[in-house]
């Protein structure tokens, strides 16, 4: 969805940026750094867009929906109107962003701005933003050599192929807060909830993408959470959930949401559960789910791993259900012994 293949990265700056809470401070640079060589402006290119190869797309908010009145927005935008100002701008963004580092668990690291014209997204051809952070540097051995004979010694540095913290906004949509992608790779940690909504300050898109995404993960939650807890629920009913659910989701064009009940959930005390569930799922998360929607097949084909289920046997084996509960059968005989019978027409 993202094509860099006519991207041309204009100037970029490095700041470093360290943790507030424990008074780190930070180091500003002075110059706009415009690579010329084309190897390392493709190692750039290819560290700022190669993470970003399924994004899921946001945009920036604020309290009430007053996105004028949130700081990332309002930088990034004087970028895009005069990117004479990628300097100027890109010192407030490491301002900004050392203020909100105020968890002592937040490592210091250095912050790349930088300014990128002719990125394709979605068939529009826009110039980009990307603001990038790097915490964790890896060993690299360098080997060098007279012709005859070598040296080993090793550097500290980046390295391209992971990132820490990055943030792509593209310049359309401004109305709507921009439409930018974002990656943490410690976002798990509550920590890191500084970098997306301290700092960036960010909301799913409500878009057909996002409410496939969350009927998905609604579904797999309840079957993980919920079904087990149902009476006489199965390892298999679990799976032909699933399998239900992407069968649906892939034949249908425009999601209905009383239809996909009665198609995955069958008996009315399923769908009765399921609904209280996505009830709860809705106010925990404070969101509300559309009852129709375009299906997005793009985000069908990449949660289909979120389709499938493995039934764990003992330490023994495990079974990996794709779909069809016709074929698998579970079997408990009198003496209290259990076992799977398994049909198939071909052994690959």
Known sequence: MINRIEAELRGLCIHQVGNSAEEEGIKLSNTIISPEEEVLNDLLLKYFFDGFKDPEFFHFTFTSNEIELNPLYNFVGNIFDDPSLLLE???????????????????????????????????????????????????????????????????????????????????????????????????????????????????????????????????????????????????????????????????????????????????????TSFQEFSDDFEAERQIKLPDSFEVSAYAVKKKSKTFRSVIKLDKNFHIYVHGDRSKIERIQDIDGSKYYKIYFDQES
């Not at 990132?163 to 949509?173: P, V």
């Not at 993960?217 to 399998?243: G, Q």
Request: hydrophobic residues 30%; charged residues 35%.
């Open 89 to 271: 701008e890109s010192v407030k963004i490491t301002r900004h962003l050392y203020e909100k580092s105020s968890h002592p668990n937040i490592k210091s690291g250095d912050l790349v701005v930088s300014y990128i014209e002719n990125v394709l997204i979605d068939d529009e051809l826009v110039n980009a933003v990307a603001i990038f952070k790097s915490e964790n540097k890896d060993t690299f051995l360098r080997l060098e050599t007279d012709g005859s004979n070598y040296a080993i010694d090793f550097e500290n540095g980046i390295n391209v192929e992971k990132l820490d913290k990055a943030c792509l906004i593209f310049d359309t949509e401004r109305s709507n807060g921009f439409k930018l992608c974002i990656i943490d790779k410690s976002n798990r940690n509550k920590e890191a909830l500084y970098w997306r909504e301290d700092f960036l300050n960010v909301a799913s898109r409500k878009d057909n993408y996002h409410a496939t995404t969350q009927y998905i993960s609604l579904t797999k939650t309840y079957v993980k959470e919920r079904l087990k807890h149902e009476d006489s629920a199965s390892k298999i009913d679990e799976a032909d959930i699933m399998h239900r659910s992407k069968e649906y989701l892939t034949n249908v064009e425009t999601f209905d949401r009383s239809e996909f009940e009665d198609q995955v959930f069958k008996s009315e005390k399923l769908k």
